[in-house]
């Protein structure tokens, strides 16, 4: 039951790095019905610029903001040259191919500027487990739980409480009509992939302390973040949570009880399921689209 319990704990410290990124293809999906599938490289390049301020004496609490500064502007730029054209053309896939373009540009320069080795992040907190109802936990596992529970909420709230956040979710309802009540829509789909990315330079930040920190490092969890999106549902943010719960915990107790090479498989079929039977996710709604 103890190593259940502990299973269990890291899977939810996954997990909710996964729905923080996932959470970042929804805010660009809701603006500009685009994803940004660079997600994973937002946050290495997250994870390997809080290395080098780390490195050169910042501390990682005041790190952590600054990686969040370095995220949207990168965002911003991800939007501004690789999606903004091929909106305005109506080019469905000239975005998502300058998104993954971007993505592997950003990974080769990653490459040249830190190199191809896998490098270790200093943890900012004890790297002795705590006791837990009986189970050992990480603090830097408690760390990214409450770090990525607060990242969401924080957005939530300027969703829901700012007249800049109001303005985003009209842009989401209907952007047409958004745009004649003098809302600049293209304004604020940069701001959503500028705040996309932001949050997942904060959690490759987070989760830099937890593994080893490279070039390659957003490749796989951009890719599970995706699933995460599509399993919670798109339209959904408690869904993304709990899918992303769902992925994590599904992935650490599968590795243990029957091995690390099988731990992607039930999330994968978890996908397929969830695309055959309710392709708009778990807790996602139907769009309903006048002709």
Same mark, same amino acid.
């Given at each position: 039951?103890?190593?259940?319990?502990?299973?269990?704990?890291?899977? !939810?410290?996954?997990?909710?790095?996964?729905?923080?990124?996932?959470?970042?293809?929804?805010?660009?999906?809701?603006?500009?019905?685009?994803?940004?599938?660079?997600?994973?490289?937002?946050?290495?390049?997250?994870?390997?610029?809080?290395?080098?301020?780390?490195?050169?004496?910042?501390?990682?609490?005041?790190?952590?903001?600054?990686?969040?500064?370095?995220?949207?502007?990168?965002?911003?730029?991800?939007?501004?040259?690789?999606? #903004?054209?091929?909106?305005?053309?109506?080019?469905?896939?000239?975005?998502?191919?300058?998104?993954?373009?971007?993505?592997?540009?950003?990974?080769?320069?990653?490459?040249?500027?830190?190199? #191809?080795?896998?490098?270790?992040?200093?943890?900012?907190?004890?790297?002795?487990?705590?006791?837990?109802?009986?189970?050992?936990?990480?603090?830097?596992?408690?760390?990214?739980?409450?770090?990525?529970?607060?990242?969401?909420?924080?957005?939530?709230?300027?969703? #829901?409480?700012?007249?800049?956040?109001?303005?985003? !979710?009209?842009?989401?309802?209907? #952007?047409?009509?958004?745009?004649?009540?003098?809302?600049?829509?293209?304004?604020?789909?940069?701001?959503?992939?500028?705040?996309?990315?932001?949050?997942?330079?904060?959690?490759?930040?987070?989760?830099?302390?937890?593994?080893?920190?490279?070039?390659?490092?957003?490749?796989?969890?951009?890719?599970?973040?995706?699933?995460?999106?599509?399993?919670?549902?798109?339209?959904?943010?408690?869904?993304?949570?709990?899918?992303?719960?769902?992925?994590? !915990?599904?992935?650490?107790?599968?590795?243990?009880?029957?091995?690390?090479?099988?731990?992607?498989?039930?999330?994968?079929?978890?996908?397929?399921?969830?695309?055959?039977?309710?392709?708009?996710?778990?807790?996602?709604?139907?769009?309903?689209?006048? !002709?």
């Amino acid at each position: 039951m103890e190593i259940l319990l502990q299973l269990i704990y890291s899977g !939810v410290a996954l997990g909710m790095i996964y729905a923080v990124i996932a959470f970042g293809y929804q805010l660009t999906f809701q603006t500009s019905d685009t994803l940004n599938f660079g997600q994973g490289d937002a946050l290495m390049l997250g994870a390997m610029v809080g290395l080098t301020l780390v490195t050169m004496g910042v501390n990682y609490w005041l790190m952590l903001p600054l990686v969040i500064v370095f995220g949207l502007l990168q965002g911003s730029l991800v939007e501004r040259i690789g999606v #903004r054209p091929a909106i305005k053309i109506k080019s469905e896939f000239g975005w998502i191919m300058s998104t993954i373009a971007l993505g592997i540009i950003f990974k080769n320069v990653a490459e040249n500027i830190w190199g #191809r080795d896998d490098l270790k992040f200093p943890s900012p907190l004890p790297e002795a487990p705590i006791k837990v109802l009986g189970a050992n936990v990480l603090p830097m596992e408690i760390l990214v739980v409450v770090g990525a529970v607060l990242m969401m909420l924080a957005v939530e709230f300027f969703n #829901r409480k700012t007249i800049y956040g109001k303005a985003v !979710v009209a842009t989401f309802n209907d #952007r047409d009509a958004a745009k004649l009540m003098g809302i600049n829509t293209g304004l604020v789909i940069t701001f959503s992939y500028a705040l996309s990315s932001a949050t997942a330079a904060f959690a490759g930040a987070l989760i830099a302390p937890l593994t080893l920190t490279g070039a390659t490092m957003g490749s796989v969890l951009g890719l599970k973040a995706f699933a995460v999106a599509i399993i919670g549902g798109l339209t959904s943010g408690m869904g993304i949570i709990v899918g992303g719960i769902i992925l994590g !915990v599904a992935e650490t107790t599968t590795g243990f009880y029957l091995s690390t090479g099988y731990k992607d498989v039930p999330g994968l079929v978890l996908l397929l399921l969830v695309l055959a039977f309710k392709p708009a996710g778990l807790f996602g709604k139907n769009a309903i689209k006048k !002709v």
